[in-house]
């Protein structure tokens, strides 16, 4: 063992944390480098006629700031579109499985069976049990 005295040192009493985007701002820079910035808290002042990045302070040019709300609105019409595809396919679904519960309604009740819209026939489920041909619906 070593008779040297024991030296605090600064660690012990936990570590000193700076933030960065505080000595950027005491220097008169931005919190944020302007290399990183998406822009996307802009803001248009209508009095100067300028765009600029609320999150870094730096002016935004207007072709720019109009791409940016273009692929916004690009993206948002492309969400559109494919809720309404969703939404067309989950009605047909639906459709197809309210026909198969009336279907199976008849059958569970064991006193009534559908009849075929064409020739009045009694389907009953052994008709099915192997499989049907199918048409189109015209």
Known sequence: M??????????????KVVDIG???VARGET????????????????AERRVWCEDCESEVESFDALMLIAEQLDGQIQRLQR????????EQFVLRSRAAKVM???WRGRSLAPLCPHCDQALLPED???GLAGSSPE
């Open 2 to 15: 070593s008779d040297k005295p024991i030296e605090p040192r600064e660690y012990i009493s936990g570590f």
């Open 22 to 24: 505080d000595i950027r």
């Open 31 to 46: 919190r944020r480098p302007r290399s990183s910035c998406n822009h996307r808290k802009m803001v248009y002042d209508k």
């Open 83 to 90: 809720r309404e595809r969703e939404v067309k396919e989950a």
């Open 104 to 106: 199976d309604g008849f």
């Open 128 to 130: 099915v049990v192997n």
